[in-house]
Structure formats: C-alpha cells, structure tokens
C-alpha cells in the first residue's frame, strides 16, 4: 500500500511539472485529488485496514496529498501569470504605428444648418430656443391663436387631421409654441421655435413637410418698430449687412396689425437689375424679396394666457414666422424645394 501511495505520488508530481496549461492543472487535479481519485480512495478506506497499518499509511497518504495540492497551487498560479502575460502581449498595441486613413464625415444637411445659423442670430439677440410637439391639438394650432371656427386654414385641404381624433392635428406652423410657451413661463418672454410643419401642398416650392422658424416676444411696452428692428438684424445676419426691410400690411388671425416683410435682394443690391444689365431673376426685377410674415400679438391671444400672467393691458409684444426652405433655397439658389428631402447625396454633397 505504501508502495502504491509513492507510486502516485511521483506520477502526479511529473505530470504536475510537464502540464501546460491550466485546463490542464485542472484536469490533474481532479485525476489525482478529486472525488473518485485514487489517493482519496486510499485515505477513505483507512477504517479498514488493521488497526497496525492504519497510522502509517494515513500519515504517508494525508503527507502526499498536502505535497500534491500545494504543488497544483503553485503551478495553476504559474501559469495563470503566464497565460495573462503573453495575453497582454498579443494584444499590445503599437502607438507608434500611422493611424488608420481618414474616413470621409458626413455634414449637417443645409436645412439643419440654416436653421442652425438663424438660431444663432437670434440667441445674438437674447433669445431662447424652443421646441414642441408635431401632433398637436387643435387648441394650440387654431383655437387659442385666433384662428375663429371657418377660418380657411382650419379646413382639411390645409391640414393634415388624425382621423379618430378629430381635434388631433399634425402641426401646420410652429405657432402653437406661443400658447404652450406662455403657459410654462410668465412674461418677458423671447424665443424662437424652430421645427417640422405639415400641409397638404406639394410642388417646387411647397411640400407636405417642411420647416419653419417662429418667434415670439412679449414685454412691457414692445412696438411695431422693436419688431422692425429685430427682424433687420436678423435678416441681415441671415443675408448680409447691407440689406434693407419693407413691410407691407397683411392679414394673419393671430397678430394684430399683421405684416408681410420683403427684405431687399441680395443678387441685385436691390436694384432690379444685374450689373450686365438684365433683369435680375431673384427678385424678378423688383428689388425685394418677399421673406416672413408678422404682426403685433393680438390682445385676444394673450385673453387665453392670462391666467399665466399675460395681461394684454399690461404686456405687448409681437410674433414673426419664416420658412426655413424658402431662405435656404434664395441664399443658394436652389429652384426646387423638393430636392432638399429626395435624400439624393449628389445635391446635398454641394453644400458641405
Ligand atoms: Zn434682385
């Protein structure tokens, strides 16, 4: 028996010595130390033997199996120092190596970065931006901006109704922004709200979908000439410094008076004309270029907020909108507003 035991023992030991891995530790530890080892067999069946044997072959079998697992712990550190090492070998990596060739970016798409650039101007100005939901209410689109109940933009040719709720609307402008904005925040108040708008309308100049930026200021003694005033700077900022404004009167439910804003052409310095002598074909001739509609709030739109504190004796203010297509299709001459969403990458590649 004791014999056997040192038999094992030397086995064990070699096997130990010559395993390279520790799958295969492993694999010896439950061959000679596991359950149905031998060497365990060994030291169950010591009650056995004769009570002369029993102290000694229990001393040599106990003394190998301690040699034993201590070895196994040895060598399983070993090699698992040694498995980490020349892992993190392989996996080294050479900074000194050129990196890898540049790939080509993308670019933000010409109505984004319009819009963009207007919101710039006008966080110039001291505005905040705002945005808000494109399934709207009818409230917030029509009811509480004015819009009295035959108002034509509230029939469906214009809109876009969803069909088992029929005070649900896609948003035909950003103007709803106004109410809501209103009703979050007590007055002054100034921000523009730049988003999608649906109509149904599509040819080289209109689109089911398009985009448009709306602004709002509410003050204490806000005038016609403050609106003026803001809307210069911003379409010089948009257009160039030397640009001039013209307002013609115009009709909007929500502002009142209302007023459409030709800003004077850029291509013919307002002229009508082009340095050859032709006539110019951005303004057709006319020198201005018909760019926004505005107005003074009407004192009925702010009889819906005030309860948030807009009391249309106390507050004035005024609200101007523009379409985001239309400046970006005059600043670079583009004829049809459709091909800004035919995701054709040949047209929006020269814009970058
Ligand atoms: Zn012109």
Redesign the pocket.
């Known amino acids: 028996m004791l014999e056997r035991i040192e038999e094992i023992r030397a086995e064990a030991v070699a096997a130990i010595d010559a395993a390279g891995s520790s799958a295969e530790l492993e694999g010896l530890r439950v061959r000679y130390l596991g359950r149905k080892a031998e060497l365990t067999g060994v030291l169950r069946g010591i009650a056995d033997l004769p009570p002369e044997e029993r102290g000694e072959v229990g001393g040599v079998a106990n003394k190998a199996r301690k040699e034993l697992e201590a070895l196994l712990e040895r060598a399983t550190e070993a090699q698992d120092a040694a498995e980490l090492d020349s892992q993190l070998l392989a996996d080294r990596v050479d900074v000194t190596l050129p990196g890898a060739p540049p790939r080509p970016v993308g670019h933000q798409h010409l109505i984004a970065r319009t819009t963009r650039q207007i919101e710039d101007i006008m966080i110039g100005l001291g505005y905040h931006v705002a945005e808000g939901p494109e399934v709207e209410h009818d409230y917030y689109n029509f009811t509480a901006l004015n819009h009295p109940e035959g108002h034509p933009a509230r029939m469906l040719q214009d809109t876009f109704y969803v069909q088992s709720h029929p005070d649900v609307l896609l948003r035909t402008h950003t103007s709803p922004m106004q109410i809501r904005a209103m009703e979050t925040q007590p007055p002054p108040i100034f921000i523009v709200v730049p988003g999608k708008v649906y109509r149904r309308d599509s040819d080289a100049t209109h689109s089911p979908m398009f985009h448009q930026m709306e602004g709002l200021a509410i003050a204490e003694g806000l005038t016609l000439a403050d609106l003026k005033g803001t809307l210069l700077a911003m379409c010089q900022g948009i257009f160039g410094g030397e640009r001039e404004l013209r307002l013609r009167p115009h009709f909007f439910p929500f502002t009142e008076p209302s007023i459409e804003v030709d800003v004077s052409?850029f291509?013919?310095?307002?002229?009508?004309t082009l340095a050859g002598g032709e006539r110019?074909n951005?303004?057709k001739?006319?020198?201005w270029?018909e760019i926004l509609g505005a107005g003074m709030v009407d004192p009925n739109v702010l009889g819906f907020v005030e309860d948030y504190g807009y009391d249309a004796e106390r507050v004035q203010g005024f609200a101007f909108g523009l379409g985001i297509e239309r400046v970006a299709m005059l600043r670079h001459g583009v004829p049809d507003l459709r091909r800004f969403f035919d995701n054709d990458v040949r047209m929006l590649e020269q814009f970058s």
């Open positions: 052409c291509q013919c310095g307002g002229s009508g110019c951005l303004c001739g006319q020198g270029i």
